[in-house]
């Protein structure tokens, strides 16, 4: 695991956004975004963005867990709550996967547990390794 957790600690845009790793495996992940004001949109609320980045580091962290490179090709990303502050948790977890595609689930949530967003991914696995 310390070569994907190296591997994650290069993508230099979750890291300017603040995300944090907090556990990562095959075909799973866990990683959280503390907000702060420049997560904020014009109306004080998290911004879109900074979501979807929280959630699809945590799409990446999982897919690429297995050692083989794996790039995103389709997601799509639903939000059900608007929030202000706090941290926000992504868990990844695995729906399907062969030799060639997997597909993930990662719901985002706030402190309290309830959904924020609702974002699916699907990966293309490489014949490289990380």
């Given amino acids: 695991m310390d070569k994907i957790r190296e591997f994650l600690a290069n993508d230099r845009f979750a890291r300017l956004a603040g995300v944090e790793l907090l556990d990562v495996g095959p075909g799973r992940a866990k990683a959280s975004l503390t907000v702060g004001e420049k997560h904020l949109n014009g109306a004080g609320m998290v911004h879109g963005a900074a979501i979807f980045v929280l959630a699809d580091f945590t799409f990446a962290a999982a897919s690429n867990a297995y050692g ?12 059900m709550k608007a929030v202000k502050s706090g941290v926000l948790t992504a868990e990844a977890r695995e729906t399907s996967r062969n030799a060639k595609l997997a597909t993930y689930d990662i719901p985002v949530r706030d402190e309290t ?11 293309y696995r490489k014949k490289e390794t990380i």
């Fill in 68 to 79: 083989t490179l794996a790039v995103g090709i389709n997601v799509s990303i639903s939000f």
């Fill in 113 to 123: 547990g309830d959904l924020v967003a609702g974002f699916q991914g699907m990966v």
